[in-house]
């Protein structure tokens, strides 16, 4: 999506490569602080969804916390989420890992699942994983719940008008640029 790329170069210029930590960063900040992002993210994860009774969607403003690189023993996760707890109930969990060029570790989406079941009656109530990348790159989703492909973020913050989320366009524009670029490495 060529939509920003003559306001994006100048950018380009001054700021390193982006890595999938610019992604974990942009993640974490609009779960936490835009409650819109949410129902966006959750509308496009039932797009892709294996079984979308397992996207659960009720959200209330101010209900959601996001972590980066949540770790526990067994392993890792990118970011995880946690929405729609109310009246002392645990919250359902998105238990998130983004690619940008970086193949699949062994077993990484059944690790997932390991964390999720870890956290489950504990931490949250329910739990979904979901893969953020290109559109390409997830037709090999490794059995992560969902995906929500890269463009459909960009085409998210494109459309808003304010400079944070240009910022986060012009970013995510890099990104699909550097997938298409070099392909899985």
């Given at each position: 999506?060529?939509?920003?790329?003559?306001?994006?170069s100048?950018?380009?210029?001054?700021?390193?490569?982006?890595?999938e930590?610019h992604?974990?960063?942009?993640?974490?900040?609009?779960?936490?602080?835009?409650p819109?992002?949410?129902s966006?993210f959750?509308?496009?994860a039932?797009?892709?969804?294996?079984?979308?009774?397992?996207?659960l969607?009720?959200?209330?403003?101010?209900?959601?916390i996001?972590?980066?690189?949540?770790?526990?023993?067994?392993?890792?996760?990118?970011?995880?989420?946690?929405?729609?707890?109310?009246?002392?109930?645990?919250?359902?969990?998105?238990?998130?890992?983004?690619?940008?060029?970086?193949?699949?570790?062994?077993?990484?989406?059944?690790r997932?699942?390991?964390?999720?079941?870890?956290g489950?009656?504990?931490e949250?109530?329910?739990?979904?994983?979901?893969?953020?990348a290109?559109?390409?790159?997830?037709?090999e989703?490794?059995?992560?719940?969902?995906?929500?492909?890269?463009?459909?973020l960009?085409?998210?913050?494109?459309?808003?008008?304010?400079?944070?989320?240009?910022?986060?366009?012009r970013?995510?524009?890099?990104?699909?640029?550097?997938y298409e670029?070099?392909?899985i490495?």
């Open positions: 999506m060529p939509i920003l790329r003559n306001e994006s100048e950018h380009e210029e001054v700021v390193s490569p982006v890595e930590r992604i974990d960063y942009i993640l974490e900040e609009e779960f936490s602080v835009n819109d992002f949410l966006f959750l509308e496009q039932r797009l892709s969804a294996n079984d979308k009774s397992r996207i969607g009720c959200t209330q403003d101010g209900d959601c996001a972590v980066r690189s949540a770790t526990t023993g067994k392993g890792e996760t990118d970011i995880l989420v946690k929405y729609g707890a109310n009246n002392c109930t645990l919250p359902t969990a998105i238990l998130i890992e983004d690619k940008i060029k970086a193949g699949f570790q062994p077993l990484q989406a059944e997932y699942r390991d964390r999720g079941e870890e489950k009656g504990q949250w109530s329910e739990y979904w994983t979901c893969l953020v290109h559109t390409k790159y997830s037709v989703r490794d059995d992560f719940d969902a995906v929500v492909g890269l463009e459909a960009l085409e998210y913050f494109a459309r808003k008008t304010d400079e944070r989320s240009r910022f986060r366009a970013v995510l524009e890099q990104t699909i640029r550097k670029a070099t392909g490495q």
